[in-house]
């Protein structure tokens, strides 16, 4: 039987919202897997649906720029949020962003790439002896567009195209430039708030539809309903996950009672042409990355005992 630390009962009981209990009794029963272990809690009705968002756990900034048909996002991290407010960080931050442009989102190639006659690399390591933090290049992305316009966010803005949260949006269309402009920048406020998985259902990942229609009919078959009635559980409960994860299903932020697939057709009329959302990119600050927490008593009573 696999060991269930506490730390990993934490760690559901945050993805879930389910009782500790149950948590530890989720884990037991899939032998450690946390992802079965959330499936299993669903289909007892014991936690809602987690999306994996990942928890944002490291500090820094993401940085974002639009030039032409070309928009990247960069994420440059530290250790404390203290430094995402110091100038020298923040000019270091735009400046990769800016690489990132003309040398693509490639790390390696990024690091590689120089400012003059300084290396992005060595640029990193000046400013980590300088600030006294550790400072990494974590991930860049990139979208374009041929004819149409790209849509820039950043939440929680330190500063001009710096921020917590970033969204690019790419909007396909012959229509007019600047009212495809500000409807691109409107989805791409909502998708740093809504954070969509895909598009459309179409290009969702299979196993994320597999994963999910098996929970509704598990979770459907548990209530006793016969396999016919079940099957239409399944499809109703697939149309709201997609409305859950989906960009063009998802209830438009600036007007809920539309969907965005319905706010971008409604809008087609002023921009003169028809509008295809091309891409999307969102990076949201540490995702994924796991800091340690520290415990202040245990770190004082440690401090006692050695002193």
Same mark, same amino acid.
């Given at each position: 039987?696999a060991?269930?630390s506490a730390s990993?009962?934490k760690?559901?009981?945050e993805?879930?919202?389910?009782?500790?209990?149950?948590?530890? $009794?989720?884990?037991?029963?899939?032998?450690?897997d946390?992802?079965?272990?959330?499936?299993?809690?669903?289909?007892?009705?014991?936690?809602k649906a987690?999306k994996k $968002?990942?928890?944002?756990?490291?500090e820094?900034?993401?940085?974002?720029?639009?030039?032409?048909?070309?928009?990247?996002?960069?994420?440059v991290?530290?250790?404390?949020?203290?430094? $995402?407010r110091?100038?020298?960080?923040?000019g270091?931050?735009?400046?990769?962003?800016?690489?990132?442009?003309?040398?693509?989102?490639?790390?390696?190639?990024?690091?590689?790439?120089?400012?003059?006659?300084v290396?992005?690399?060595?640029?990193l390591?000046t400013a980590?002896?300088?600030? +006294?933090?550790?400072?990494?290049?974590?991930?860049?992305?990139?979208?374009?567009v041929?004819?149409?316009?790209?849509?820039l =966010?950043?939440?929680?803005?330190?500063?001009?195209?710096?921020?917590k949260i970033?969204?690019?949006v790419?909007?396909?269309s012959? +229509?007019?430039?600047?009212?495809l402009?500000?409807?691109a920048?409107?989805? $791409?406020?909502?998708?740093?708030a809504?954070n969509p998985s895909?598009?459309?259902? +179409?290009r969702?990942?299979?196993?994320?539809?597999?994963?999910?229609r098996?929970?509704?009919?598990?979770?459907?078959?548990a209530?006793?309903k /016969?396999?016919?009635?079940i099957?239409?559980?399944?499809?109703?409960?697939?149309?709201?996950?997609?409305?859950?994860?989906?960009?063009?299903?998802?209830?438009?932020i600036?007007? /809920?009672?539309?969907?965005?697939?319905?706010?971008?057709?409604?809008?087609?009329?002023?921009i003169g042409?028809?509008?295809?959302i091309?891409?999307?990119?969102? =990076?949201?600050?540490?995702?994924?990355?796991?800091?340690?927490?520290?415990d202040?008593?245990a770190?004082?009573?440690?401090?006692?005992?050695s002193?």
């Amino acid at each position: 039987m696999a060991e269930i630390s506490a730390s990993l009962v934490k760690e559901l009981r945050e993805k879930t919202g389910a009782g500790m209990m149950d948590c530890k $009794a989720a884990l037991t029963e899939n032998k450690g897997d946390i992802e079965a272990a959330v499936d299993w809690l669903r289909k007892k009705g014991l936690a809602k649906a987690a999306k994996k $968002a990942g928890r944002v756990a490291a500090e820094g900034l993401i940085g974002a720029v639009v030039e032409g048909g070309k928009g990247v996002l960069v994420e440059v991290n530290s250790e404390t949020d203290f430094v $995402a407010r110091n100038e020298q960080f923040q000019g270091l931050v735009k400046m990769i962003a800016q690489v990132a442009l003309s040398a693509g989102t490639d790390v390696a190639k990024m690091k590689a790439a120089k400012v003059g006659s300084v290396s992005v690399a060595d640029a990193l390591a000046t400013a980590i002896a300088t600030i +006294g933090e550790n400072l990494t290049l974590r991930r860049a992305a990139e979208v374009r567009v041929k004819e149409g316009a790209i849509g820039l =966010y950043v939440h929680n803005s330190a500063a001009d195209g710096l921020g917590k949260i970033g969204a690019l949006v790419v909007l396909e269309s012959k +229509g007019k430039r600047e009212e495809l402009a500000e409807l691109a920048r409107k989805l $791409a406020m909502h998708v740093a708030a809504a954070n969509p998985s895909a598009i459309d259902s +179409g290009r969702l990942e299979p196993a994320a539809i597999a994963r999910e229609r098996g929970v509704l009919a598990d979770k459907a078959r548990a209530t006793g309903k /016969p396999e016919n009635v079940i099957e239409k559980i399944v499809e109703s409960g697939l149309r709201t996950f997609y409305k859950e994860v989906c960009l063009a299903d998802q209830p438009y932020i600036h007007d /809920p009672a539309k969907s965005v697939s319905q706010a971008i057709k409604e809008s087609e009329g002023k921009i003169g042409a028809a509008v295809a959302i091309g891409a999307y990119v969102r =990076y949201a600050l540490g995702e994924g990355i796991e800091k340690q927490e520290q415990d202040f008593a245990a770190e004082v009573a440690l401090a006692a005992k050695s002193s």
